[in-house]
């Protein structure tokens, strides 16, 4: 047992940059905790935004706080960079990370801090819940929660307490940072999981706990959707490179299935076989998109269904041609390592 009787000190951390469509939210559910608000603090890392989000910011502070909340310069501009900012400036003996994105319980820093000190981990965090916005936005929010849709990660889907090799935000000891390093500048994307890679190979552990609870607003066009996980395939390259062993079969599907569609599909002028390997693959991905779709809808809504397709071809074919592209761009990085 970990527990302690004293109420630790916890520094919530969000970086973010060009939020003003959903910092209110996410900031009133931080201030709205049941936690001792005189045993918090926010420290907003703001990566030099262009739109209205400091001004929102102000405004949500000014009418509602009475948690000591400041606002950080992040001139990386990008999460790890703003993450360490923050992580510089905080005073908390525990570390509890907010998006700009995420809709937290009221309970939610209660349950963190609860989780660690009961169960001795280094890192906590709670399920990844999407809610979409609009039909297409809805969709998006269903595909995200199937092992269709993004794997076996846990975080997605999982309903009950158990050890994970990642989870979703995270709450960590104030320790663990001295001890493996902060966040990786060089990753624009996937800084959580080169971190918690780090983090489980120097021994350390962390939980998956469904009382954590939070809703994250997801992608709700198919371009922004597609730019997301563009650039997840895109810098998993350079998780990768850095740690071969973090990757799990599972990542490698889509890249693999963009790779034989594209050399297939440039092959089959010149030859009967590349036709008959891109029918094969092509018709059994679009089964399988079918099938998934079909039971999705059933358990969510036949509304569903149309647009389910579309939906689950942007998320693996954007994340595969993102890591094969990944694969050239940091193609002389290899020789680095």
């Not at 679009?286 to 079909?294: H, Q």
Request: with cysteine.
């Amino acid at each position: 047992m970990c527990e302690k009787k004293s109420i630790p000190m916890v520094s919530v951390i969000m970086p973010i940059r060009n939020e003003a469509g959903s910092i209110e939210r996410s900031l009133i559910a931080v201030m709205d905790q049941d936690y001792p608000h005189h045993r918090m603090e926010v420290l907003i890392a703001d990566g030099m935004s262009s739109d209205a989000t400091r001004d929102v910011i102000a405004r949500t502070i000014r009418n509602r706080s009475d948690i000591h909340v400041v606002v950080l310069d992040n001139p990386g501009r990008i999460v790890p960079t703003g993450m360490n900012v923050a992580l510089r400036s905080a005073r908390g003996q525990l570390i509890i990370r907010v998006d700009g994105h995420t809709i937290v319980a009221p309970n939610y820093v209660s349950e963190c801090v609860s989780a660690l000190l009961r169960t001795c981990a280094d890192n906590v965090g709670g399920r990844m819940c999407p809610i979409g916005e609009g039909r297409f936005g809805k969709a998006v929010a269903v595909a995200t929660s199937s092992p269709f849709g993004v794997g076996g990660a846990r975080f997605h889907y999982s309903k009950k307490e158990e050890w994970v090799d990642t989870v979703y935000l995270g709450a960590w000891r104030r320790e663990v940072f001295d001890r493996i390093g902060t966040f990786d500048p060089e990753m624009v994307r996937n800084q959580d999981d080169e971190f918690n890679y780090r983090l489980l190979a120097n021994g350390g552990k962390i939980l998956l706990s469904p009382k954590i609870r939070s809703q994250y607003l997801n992608r709700g066009t198919p371009k922004s959707l597609w730019k997301q996980y563009y650039q997840y395939g895109f810098w998993k390259v350079a998780v990768l490179q850095k740690h071969p062993r973090q990757m799990r079969p599972r990542q490698f599907l889509p890249p693999a299935f963009v790779a034989v569609l594209l050399g297939s599909g440039l092959m089959a002028p010149f030859a009967r076989w590349p036709r008959a390997v891109l029918a094969i693959v092509a018709g059994s991905y679009t089964a399988a998109n079918g099938a998934a779709s079909i039971w999705a809808s059933l358990n969510h809504g036949l509304q569903y269904l149309p647009i389910l397709p579309f939906v689950y071809g942007t998320l693996h074919l954007g994340y595969g041609l993102g890591f094969l592209v990944g694969l050239i761009h940091f193609r002389r990085r290899w020789r680095l390592r």
